[in-house]
């Protein structure tokens, strides 16, 4: 069964630390995704790369950081976790030739104490 | 502007009932695609229904259909007879194809079905 795994289920850190959520996709696809997920908002695009090395900011990137070393693999990174970045976190990829046939992972539920 | 409403924050019903999910959407894109997701309380979405602004015939899958209107930029969702796995939030999404799949979610509405 073709898949996106993240990680962890379930994230507690403190603030000030430097926080990695990473993303793995088993279906060969170009593009990947981070989104967050807050109640009332739904989910809002963070940052993402079509291709190895490459990304694009979302609508909310600033606190955020992404990484894209190897195709399969794709991580968020908090520099700095702030309370205000405690929420859900989803990644997501996609083949960059078939329209919005996105996959999401089951997401990372961060909480920022 | 490029927006999703779903007016209902929270919904409960008793179980065999239908029900509605309201979405509308903004967009002056005229080609654009529109999708419903379920999240159940494990967290993971599922994709439910993609339909094109060109396709505007209504849709049904089992107990699940979907009114696509464009002269009220509406894509609403009915469950019919629902049942308790049925519970869950359902967002509403629009998609543009811009540099990439751009995809804006509503802010979800959680439906609880009560047995």
């Known amino acids: 069964d073709v898949k996106v795994t993240q990680s962890s289920r379930y994230l507690v850190k403190r603030t000030g630390e430097k926080v990695f959520l990473e993303c793995v996709q088993d279906m060969d696809h170009e593009n990947m995704f981070w989104y967050r997920q807050d109640p009332g908002l739904g989910l809002r695009l963070i940052y993402f790369?079509?291709?190895?090395?490459?990304?694009e900011k979302g609508d909310i990137p600033e606190g955020y950081s992404v990484s894209r070393e190897k195709k399969e693999r794709f991580s968020l990174i908090l520099e700095s976790a702030s309370t205000n970045q405690t929420s859900m976190y989803l990644c997501?990829?996609?083949?960059?030739?078939?329209?919005?046939?996105?996959?999401f992972g089951p997401g990372t539920r961060l909480t920022v104490l | 502007a490029q927006k999703v409403t779903q007016a209902q924050t929270e919904i409960s019903v008793v179980e065999k009932e239908d029900v509605t999910l309201d979405c509308v959407y903004e967009?002056?894109?005229?080609?654009?695609?529109l999708f419903w997701y379920k999240q159940p309380p494990s967290g993971e979405l599922v994709f439910l229904i993609r339909r094109n602004s060109f396709d505007e015939q209504n849709e049904i899958s089992g107990r699940y259909s979907w009114n696509f209107q464009k002269s009220t930029s509406s894509f609403n969702f009915t469950i019919t007879a629902s049942q308790v796995v049925d519970s869950a939030v359902y967002f509403c999404?629009?998609?543009?194809?811009?540099?990439?799949?751009?995809?804006?979610f509503g802010p979800g509405t959680s439906l609880s079905v009560i047995p």
């Open positions: 967009t002056r894109d005229t080609t654009y695609y």
């Open positions: 999404a629009l998609g543009l194809k811009t540099s990439y799949d751009k995809v804006i």
């Open positions: 790369s079509y291709d190895v090395k490459m990304k």
């Open positions: 997501a990829s996609s083949f960059y030739a078939r329209t919005f046939a996105i996959k």
